[in-house]
C-alpha cells in the first residue's frame, strides 16, 4: 500500500494564478482533511470530506475550493492564489469504526510546500 | 486562548533521560491524538486515546478526562526521537475533526 499521496511536492505560484494539490489513499477509507501548517501555528483545518459524496468547510475554508472525486481522491483546488496561502499543505485520511462512525487514528501525506510570490 | 495548548514548546535532553511532554484542552473530546512530525517534514500518528493509559515501546500516553491533560512519556530517549510531538483533540460524536496544539519540539542529545 502507498497509503496517503500527493501531489506535486513543491509548487512556486505568482500572486492570481490557479493550481489544484492532488490527493489520494488506497486504505479505503471513508474520511478525508485538508490542512495547513504554518510556522508558530498548530495544523489547521481548511477543508474535509466525511464519506464519498460529501464536503464540509474546516476552519480556514477562505480562498479554497475541494472535490471528493471518489472514495480514493481528494482534491484541493486554489482559484487565485495569494501570498497569504504560502503554506505546507497536508492530506490526511481515517478509516471510521462502527454504526455511528466513530474515526479512527488519521494517515497522512508528505505534505505539499506552497510559496506564492 | 487556544483550546489546545501544549508545553513546553521547545525542550532539550541528554539521551537516556525521561522526557514529559504535557497537552491541556479546554473542549469536550472524544478522543485525542498524539502524533510525530519527523525532522523531514510527514507526519505519523503514535496514539489515540479516550482513557487511561496506552504504551507503544518506550512511548507512553495517559489521559485524564477530568482534568482535561493529557502527557506523552518517552522512556530512555534517544536521538532519534528528535522531531516535533503534536497533541490534537476530536471532538464531537465522530471525533474526526481535529484541533490541534503548536507542537513541541524535541531535541535530543548524544
Known amino acids: 500500500n502507498a497509503g496517503v499521496t500527493q501531489t506535486p511536492k513543491f509548487q512556486v505560484l505568482k500572486t492570481g494564478q490557479s493550481m489544484t494539490l492532488q490527493c489520494a489513499q488506497d486504505m479505503n477509507h471513508n474520511s478525508m482533511y485538508w490542512y495547513r501548517q504554518d510556522p508558530g501555528m498548530g495544523l489547521r483545518l481548511i477543508y474535509y470530506s466525511a464519506s464519498e459524496g460529501t464536503t464540509d468547510k474546516g476552519e480556514v475554508p477562505n480562498g479554497y475550493n475541494v472535490s471528493r472525486l471518489n472514495k480514493r481522491e481528494f482534491s484541493l483546488r486554489l482559484e487565485s492564489a495569494a501570498p497569504s496561502q504560502t503554506s505546507v499543505y497536508f492530506c490526511?485520511?481515517?478509516?471510521?469504526?462502527?454504526?455511528?462512525?466513530?474515526?479512527?487514528?488519521?494517515?497522512f501525506g508528505p505534505g505539499t510546500r506552497l510559496t506564492v510570490t | 486562548k487556544n483550546e489546545v495548548e501544549q508545553s513546553p514548546q521547545n525542550l532539550t535532553a541528554q539521551e537516556g533521560e525521561f522526557i514529559t511532554i504535557n497537552c491541556s484542552y479546554s473542549?469536550?473530546?472524544?478522543?485525542l491524538h498524539w502524533l510525530q512530525q519527523h525532522p523531514g517534514g510527514g507526519i505519523v500518528s503514535l496514539f489515540m486515546?479516550?482513557?487511561g493509559k496506552k504504551k507503544h515501546g518506550r512511548l507512553i500516553a495517559t489521559i485524564n478526562i477530568q482534568e482535561k491533560h493529557s502527557s506523552l512519556h518517552i522512556t530512555a530517549s534517544h536521538p532519534r526521537d528528535s522531531a516535533v510531538y503534536i497533541c490534537a483533540v476530536g471532538q464531537g460524536t465522530s471525533g474526526s475533526r481535529l484541533t490541534f496544539g503548536e507542537g513541541t519540539q524535541l531535541t535530543v542529545n548524544p
Open positions: 473542549v469536550g473530546i472524544s478522543a
Open positions: 486515546l479516550s482513557s
Open positions: 490526511a485520511s481515517t478509516p471510521l469504526e462502527g454504526i455511528q462512525g466513530f474515526a479512527l487514528e488519521q494517515y
